[in-house]
């Protein structure tokens, strides 16, 4: 494998840092391609066309990567879009989410769902991005759903050839690889979005208008909570194929004992009795990717990838994207001086954990910026909860729903949201009428985020969360997944203008990822 190792000082500059001049121009293009080393790159087509940002056509030609899950529904507010390509490493699963989608509700299939199965037949198929993106040409952007550890060698492969890229969150497996994403942005002039849609949506902006009003009084606290893993996809358990201790003959004069080693013999026991080929069709070594090449198991695929941390980056990489975001935005935090994490057991060897700890709680160190004070921030996931706030009423409670939420703590008052930043209620209620007369102050979204995207792309709006903001929130949540390494609440310091974890050196080998040999940025 190819470990990204020192890392000149130039990609690993923080975001504030302007590290280059956005292209305006074709000749400023190129330049800044060939100052940064970036080869031979196509132009894309709103640098061809001139300055004003437009695409000659008022239709994308949009390739799809990865629409089993989360790519689909991507797939779906598009279809106003030319969907020419799709990629995918098994069809099957595909076909079979898109039945489900064909079903009848209330004796009817929905009209997306017949202009999706046509978009489907229509497009081109491949299983490998590369030889999409080599043998279309006519690619304007490319959507990109697949698990986490392959999100940035496609994005990176598509920005370099002046593809606009949407990329669903987290935006990378590796801090590495966010600032990668971020400097090619920067130097290829292409649209970006990462796909926290709650970015787009009322909730999110509604509550920065609040936070940003000052009408909760300083605020240097904040919490935020998930409901994931739990229901949703298994961690804290060993891999597949590890040694599983045969079953012993019952002895009358030693009754059966239950403990946390007798759950994870089961669970081994079980995941040997589960088949150990790749469904057919499937090409399971371009779903591996960069990540090592290990044996198939349906604990991995389909869906269950999230919670290995050979593909995933856990609960926080899956929900900080759409509960970090509000806080991150609202307090213009920028990166964390320190990180703290404790959680339950991984998963696997303690030197080589398989999974990601059932449940997490990491505490953020956030720097005075400005006129706002220095900021906590405090991550809890596997059904942990923050204590309860101040102000709020007795008999009410904070948000449970699918997905989680966050909370505001100031001086003067509370203010909790839900998932996407929904729903943002304000105590003590007495603060009602303040609230009532915050006048809006950011632009509204009128479509879906995916809509958003693909109006930037066109030249007709702002991407709503373009990597130069998505990239460091992104790498706020990779580095409490880095601090859950150390663990045990022990506080590591982090310099961000370094990208270095300065007081235990030792998780910098997690700020990068190793590629496996034929993957690279």
């Not at 208008?209 to 893993?229: A, K, Q, Y």
């Not at 080929?277 to 070594?285: I, L, T």
């Not at 990601?356 to 990491?362: D, E, G, K």
């Amino acid at each position: 494998m190819t470990r990204v190792g020192r890392i000149d000082a130039a990609r690993t500059a923080p975001y504030d840092r302007a590290m280059i001049t956005p292209p305006s121009s074709r000749r400023d293009f190129l330049g800044q391609a060939a100052t940064l080393g970036l080869g031979a790159l196509v132009l894309p087509r709103h640098l061809v066309a001139g300055t004003t940002g437009k695409l000659p056509s008022r239709t994308l030609n949009v390739a799809c990567v990865g629409i089993g899950g989360m790519g689909m529904s991507n797939m779906a507010q598009l279809l106003g879009e030319n969907i020419v390509a799709v990629c995918d490493v098994d069809f099957a699963y595909v076909e079979r989410a898109l039945e489900g989608r064909l079903r009848p509700r209330d004796g009817k299939v929905s009209e997306e769902a017949l202009r999706l199965k046509a978009a489907y037949e229509k497009a081109a198929k491949y299983t490998d991005f590369r030889r999409m993106l080599e043998e279309r040409k006519d690619i304007d952007a490319v959507v990109i759903a697949t698990p986490d550890h392959l999100h940035a060698v496609i994005a990176s492969a598509a920005m370099q050839l002046g593809k606009h890229v949407y990329v669903q969150k987290p935006l990378t497996y590796s801090v590495h690889e966010s600032r990668h994403l971020a400097r090619l942005a920067q130097t290829t002039g292409v649209v970006t979005q990462m796909g926290n849609q709650g970015h787009s949506m009322e909730g999110s902006r509604r509550v920065v208008e609040i936070v940003r009003s000052g009408v909760l009084g300083r605020i240097d606290t904040v919490h935020v909570w998930t409901d994931r893993p739990v229901g949703y996809w298994a961690q804290g358990i060993p891999r597949p194929g590890s040694p599983v201790p045969p079953v012993r003959p019952p002895d009358p004069a030693r009754p059966p004992q239950w403990n946390a080693r007798t759950v994870e013999v089961a669970v081994l026991r079980a995941m040997a009795d589960n088949p150990q080929s790749p469904p057919p069709g499937m090409d399971w070594d371009l779903y591996c990717g960069p990540a090592p090449l290990i044996p198939y198991h349906p604990a991995y695929h389909p869906f269950a990838w999230r919670g290995w941390t050979d593909f995933g980056v856990g609960s926080l990489g899956d929900m900080g994207a759409h509960l970090v975001d509000q806080a991150y935005w609202a307090l213009n935090l920028t990166q964390p001086t320190s990180v703290a994490a404790s959680s339950s057991p991984w998963g696997g060897p303690a030197d080589n954990p398989a999974t990601y700890p059932l449940a997490t709680q990491v505490e953020y160190e956030f720097p005075a910026v400005g006129t706002r004070g220095p900021v906590k921030l405090y991550w809890y996931d596997g059904g942990l909860m923050p204590p309860r706030p101040p102000f709020m009423p007795d008999d009410k409670s904070l948000p449970l729903g699918d997905g989680g939420g966050g909370l505001f703590i100031g001086t003067r008052g509370v203010l909790h949201y839900e998932t996407y930043g929904r729903n943002p209620t304000v105590y003590p209620e007495s603060l009602a009428g303040e609230v009532a007369a915050i006048t809006p102050s950011l632009p509204r979204i009128a479509t879906s985020h995916e809509g958003n995207f693909a109006a930037a792309c066109k030249g007709e709006a702002e991407a709503s969360c373009p990597f130069s903001y998505a990239a460091p929130l992104n790498e706020t949540m990779l580095l409490g997944m880095a601090a859950l390494r150390l663990g045990k609440g022990r506080k590591a310091l982090y310099d961000a203008e370094r990208m270095a974890f300065t007081s235990h050196p030792e998780l910098n080998r997690f700020l990068t990822r190793e590629y496996r040999s034929g993957w690279s940025l």
